[in-house]
């Protein structure tokens, strides 16, 4: 595998540079480096996403016909690396990443030419309606049920762990259409107006003191039946087709990088007493970035399929479970790196809106936030065990 840049490959590089110089303010910057998550704060995140859409930008694993900057491998991988070395806002990634690719591949024309744009502009704001308090892992099991009406569906239940319901203004759900001996074949994809009546939407606080999930509740809520997603009955498969996306989409190795990055520098500064002279630290931060690498090299085979609008198949999972793992590995290192002031936890959210001057150094705000958020890392998007029955079943026949 050749990884030097050619001359063409090198401009873009600069212009990509450019770019991020020009539109990423120093609010934005902070912003990321202060959020736990990887998710942004709508209002830094939505920002990044209008002014990637004004430069053409909005959508990199798109085809070309949706509003995809037609980018070569090469093009996607500086992009993605780029923006990690700069700490840009992570966008709306159920948007453009998740239910953008089943509106695409599956959506009616009118789905497409009414929420691809709004999609790319940042005009919507999307959540994820999948698990449910008795079905997580086992989502086929899921009990949310949509009765046809005319030509409305009536939907009752409720969806759980639903990142950012408080803040999206639609929702891609996998509600029940139909019972029989497969309960898959029962499963429609459906996509909500958040400001329909019957919606209410419930915080849950996560152990890092995030209000970042939540619990949505459907009482006799009316959904266009022209809201569907393809045939009924078969959300099932466009809810796998999306969670590979998910899973096998953009360049996870680079934010990990910078990661390990920011947390060798802080083993290596006074205020951790030079954590990088103990032994144990040293080797752990080496053992990581072994491992960033094997995982970049993974992502790069992966990227010509994706660019071609293929989705990435079992391989996405071997991308979600080695991303998850290393997450959780940079994470717990850190808070081992800053040893006993991982007990001085900052319990206000956002870290960037604090409004005094917190009892932790600033360099060390992040990392017990960053550890807690992280313990979801395995669970969320399917767990880890899952991703390796996936593996097991697709790419080994067991």
């Known amino acids: 595998m050749d990884l030097s840049f ?8 600069d212009e990509v540079r450019g770019f991020i110089a020009k539109n990423l303010t120093e609010e934005m910057k902070r912003a990321t480096a202060l ?36 980018w070569t491998p090469a093009q996607r991988w500086i992009f993605e690396t780029e923006s990690a070395r700069a700490g840009v806002p992570n966008v709306n990634v159920m948007g453009v990443k998740m239910v953008g690719p089943v509106i695409i591949g599956f959506g009616s024309p009118e789905q497409k030419n009414f929420y691809l744009p709004r999609i790319l502009s940042g005009e919507d704001y999307w959540c994820q309606g999948y698990s449910e308090p008795g079905s997580g892992s ?11 009406d005319g030509d409305d569906y009536i939907i009752n239940g409720t969806k759980i762990w639903t990142t950012h319901a408080h803040h999206a ?5 996998l509600v ?4 029989g001996p497969r309960q898959q074949d029962g499963i429609s994809f459906i996509l909500i107006d958040m400001t329909t009546p019957g919606i209410t939407t419930r915080p849950i606080l996560t152990i890092g003191g995030d209000h970042e999930v939540n619990q949505v509740f459907f009482d006799d809520v009316r959904v266009p039946v022209a809201n569907r997603v393809g ?3 078969k959300g099932w498969t466009y809810g796998k087709y999306l969670l590979e996306f998910e899973r096998g989409s953009g360049i996870a190795s680079a ?10 520098e802080l083993a290596e500064s006074d205020l951790t007493g030079r954590a990088i002279d103990s032994p144990d630290i040293a080797v752990r931060i080496s053992e990581v970035e072994i491992d960033i690498d094997a995982l970049e090299m993974t992502e790069l085979r992966v990227l010509s399929a994706l660019q071609t609008g293929q989705n990435p198949g079992a391989v996405s999972s071997i991308l979600k479970l080695r991303n998850s793992e290393i997450r959780q590995a940079v994470t717990r290192l850190g808070a081992d790196v800053i040893g006993h002031d991982a007990l001085a936890v900052e319990p206000m959210r956002p870290l960037y809106k604090l409004n005094h001057a917190p009892a932790t150094p600033e360099e060390m705000l992040t990392v017990v936030p960053e550890y807690l958020n992280g313990r979801a890392y395995t669970i969320f998007g399917g767990t880890s065990e899952i991703q390796r029955d996936i593996i097991a079943k697709m790419m080994l026949g067991i």
């Open 255 to 264: 934010k990990l990088r910078e990661g390990l990055k920011a947390i060798a």
């Open 138 to 148: 086992d989502l086929s099991s899921l009990k949310t049920r949509a009765v046809r």
């Open 169 to 173: 203004n639609r929702m891609f759900a």
């Open 6 to 13: 050619n001359t063409e490959e090198r401009a873009f590089q």
């Open 35 to 70: 959020t736990p998550s990887v998710f942004s704060d709508p209002d830094i995140g939505m920002a990044w996403q209008r002014a990637l859409h004004r430069q053409g930008w909005g959508a990199p694993g798109w085809p070309v016909e949706y509003g995809g900057p037609d």
């Open 176 to 179: 029940r259409t139909s019972d």
């Open 231 to 233: 045939e009924e009955g």
